[in-house]
């Protein structure tokens, strides 16, 4: 049986791994390469590396990086963060990255989406969707790392990401990202129902019990977290042994 | 040991030599038809969309000579979809050396598990055989990224479970073939190369 996964996430900047809460106050934590070598052998199903260096500096390293990181690496990896055209992604694609995953620049020039699974097919493509709840069914896109409020409405826009070609959805809470109280489980679930490609949980993981809910409840296909794992609050195997217990179907 | 990747119009042939790499073997990626036929081992990898991909290998004749290699071939992901003898990704007539179709994964009718296409992530092989698996990677888990699948029959090495039972390896006489990424699949993955390189 196919098993849920669980991703560690390592937000990169300038070449080093850093974790914000609420995506303002940034911490260090460490080399993105031993870090996620570490998780690899803990048993981390796959990794997630998401530049958040805005400069053209920056770029250069990060891609660097990502040829390190596979090199290093022995099972899966998504690479994000400013990847706003088809060379950013060929760039990342020889560098080794398995999946890209494209955020505000999709939902500013949707077209991307489609140019991106066209020439290197949608496995490669993940749209990352930050979205923030209104009421209701009702949860607004957002874009720059939470801060600015789009036009675009959380399940229209993760349907549309799906019909241009788009290989999995990561939705980030951003209601409950770095509040670890668990994840947005009646949105997840919702999104899970209404998407046939692979759901990506993210933001709000705080306890074992949260990654049980979020593969019940939340229908989520992965569950996505940064600083339980980077601050070692929730040992991956221990989750995976907790998870086991629970019936729930881990590598 | 000579190993040689077959270079063509498919992505992440890179991931497949760093896990060589990794191992401590060196590889070359090319599409020089001598450099392919002097090889002691031949991986033909694959990340993209058969009907193009097989356009390509009959326009650089990569086609008739994947199927005349005599050295241990282990086709990976599309690699090995495209050794077989049909695909109904683009409707296209395959290599066809493994005597099987490659068809698409179809959801269930009322779909209560919210089962998702592609099979995207870790799965376990089971009823391993072939000198490809050792008894101890029977039901171990590896990685997959596919929508595609061929169904079990004669070269069947291994089989894997989702939506319904289909072959995760096939093998007859030189030529492996792996539905799933090895080279993405962690310490399995590598004993699986290992075991590959040790043909």
Known sequence: ?251 | MNIVIIKYNAGNIRSVLNALNRLGYEAEISADPEIIEAADKVIFPGVGEASTTMEYLRRTELDKLIIGLKQPVLGICLGMQLMCSWSEEGAVDCLGIFDEKVCKFQLPVDNQDNIKIPHMGWNTINNVKTSLFDASLEASYVYFVHSFYVAIGPDTAATTNYILEYSSALQKDNFYATQFHPEKSGSVGESILSNFLKL
């Open chain 1, 1 to 251: 049986m196919l098993a849920k996964r669980i991703i560690p996430c390592l937000d990169i900047k300038n070449g080093q791994t850093v974790k914000g809460v609420k995506f303002l106050e940034i911490k260090e934590v460490g080399d993105p390469v031993e870090l996620g070598a570490l998780y690899a052998e803990q048993g981390a199903d796959e990794l997630v590396f998401l530049d958040i260096t805005a400069t053209h500096e920056g770029r250069k390293t990060f891609v660097d990086l990502v040829r390190r990181i596979a090199r290093n690496i022995n099972i899966p990896f998504t690479v994000g963060g400013g990847i706003s055209e088809l060379s950013d992604a060929d760039a990342l694609l020889n560098a080794g990255a398995d999946k890209i995953s494209v955020n505000s620049s999709a939902v500013r020039n949707p077209q991307l989406i489609n140019d991106l699974a066209r020439n290197f097919g949608s496995q490669f493509v993940v749209a990352a969707i930050d979205a923030k709840h209104q009421h209701g069914d009702d949860w607004v896109v957002t874009v720059n790392g939470g801060r600015i409020p789009t036009d675009k409405k959380l399940f229209s826009w993760a349907k549309e990401a799906e019909d241009r070609g788009a290989g999995e959805i990561l939705f980030t809470s951003m209601d409950h990202d770095g509040v670890k109280t668990g994840f947005a489980n009646e949105a997840l679930a919702k999104l899970s129902d209404e998407l046939s490609i692979p759901l990506i949980a993210s933001g709000g993981a705080g306890a074992m019990e949260h990654f049980k809910d979020v593969f019940t409840n939340g229908k989520a296909d992965a569950g996505l977290a940064a600083s339980i794992f980077h601050f070692k609050e929730i040992p991956i195997p221990q989750l995976k042994k907790y998870l086991r217990e629970q019936g729930i179907v881990v590598r």
